[in-house]
């Protein structure tokens, strides 16, 4: 389990996408349909952690993107970004539940365009969520595959990746 102390810490942290051992300045990712892409990233302040982002895109038009931190082969995840998925985040309300959790403890966030989940003490990791309407998150709702790179690099930022992203959008014909 993994605590809100930590988690943040790691959300803080400058990130770099890394292939074969190298750092990346610049990177370019494919938005092809459909998306199914895992990232390893490192920290030069902390390089004991290890960190991969995964983007995955379902056949139902939904679209997860999510920061891992994994330990020992454990994968813990950090923060995940939902559009047109289910979730329902748990009853119990107890003291390490911060208040922006309360209004939505117990219930499907279905009627929202999309939600993102926090690590909160004493939960499975990402065990609960807020829509993204009433987060600071810059994308609110995906309208199409056409924002895709939008919402990624959203995400990228909010996750402090430094790594420059340049999207290859060519449509293949067949």
Known sequence: MITVELADY???LDKYIVEDGRILKNH????????????????????????????WESPKKSLKVTLHHQD???????MRIDFNSRHKNPEEITNNVPTKFHPYAGIFLDEYAGHIHYVVDGYTSLAWAIPLETDGFLVKELKSRENYSATINAFFKKINLKTNITFNTQL???
């Open 172 to 174: 293949s014909i067949i």
């Open 72 to 78: 020992d082969n454990i994968q813990v995840g950090l």
């Open 28 to 55: 370019e990712l494919n938005l092809e349909k459909p998306m199914n892409l895992r990232l390893t990233l490192t920290a030069p302040e902390d390089t004991d952690q290890s960190l991969f982002v995964e983007i």
């Open 10 to 12: 790691l959300l803080g």
